[in-house]
């Protein structure tokens, strides 16, 4: 059997497991008036066929994976991990360069992800008004260019997906 067949077969019966559950689940008890509000629409119980709505929601909430919580820092902090994440950053790329060796492919990528994630972090924690700021933010992304153009890193090309013919 091949194995894009496996693999619907394994869908399809992913699908009647998680409508089975929807459907043959007990009423949810009531819940006691609270000030929350959920953002969900409520399922009568009592009714034997589910729309496909809520089956569709029922499944994505299955294979979406849970949320990560936010990390909520005091501004100060935010801006001193974003300055400190950058340097760190640049540290890494210098000594790279220093090592005078080629780096890979799949490496250089991965430091062009990183390198511009510290810097889109470093940015959004600087203010825009503060003429300070901005020259931090020019000296941060000059840096980071020359670090980036001395380890040979540019923009990765996008990838064609495999065939399966």
Request: cysteine-free; proline content about 11%.
């Amino acid at each position: 059997m091949q194995p894009r067949v496996l693999l619907g077969l394994a869908a399809v019966a992913l699908g009647l497991t998680a409508y089975a559950y929807m459907v043959t689940r007990p009423p949810a008890q009531p819940q006691v008036a609270s000030e929350a509000v959920d953002d969900e629409p409520r399922v009568d119980p009592t009714n034997d066929l589910l729309d496909d709505q809520t089956v569709a929601n029922a499944l994505q909430r299955a294979f979406s994976p849970p949320p990560d919580p936010e990390i909520k820092l005091p501004p100060g902090e935010a801006r001193r991990v974003a300055e400190a994440s950058f340097e760190t950053m640049m540290h890494t790329l210098e000594e790279l360069a220093d090592a005078d060796k080629r780096v890979p492919r799949a490496r250089r990528e991965q430091l062009y992800r990183d390198t511009n994630d510290v810097f889109s972090a470093l940015s959004a924690q600087l203010d825009p008004n503060d003429a300070a700021d901005m020259q931090l933010l020019e000296d941060a992304n000059i840096r980071m260019k020359v670090m980036l153009g001395e380890l040979g890193v540019t923009v990765p090309k996008p990838r064609r997906p495999p065939r399966l013919d």
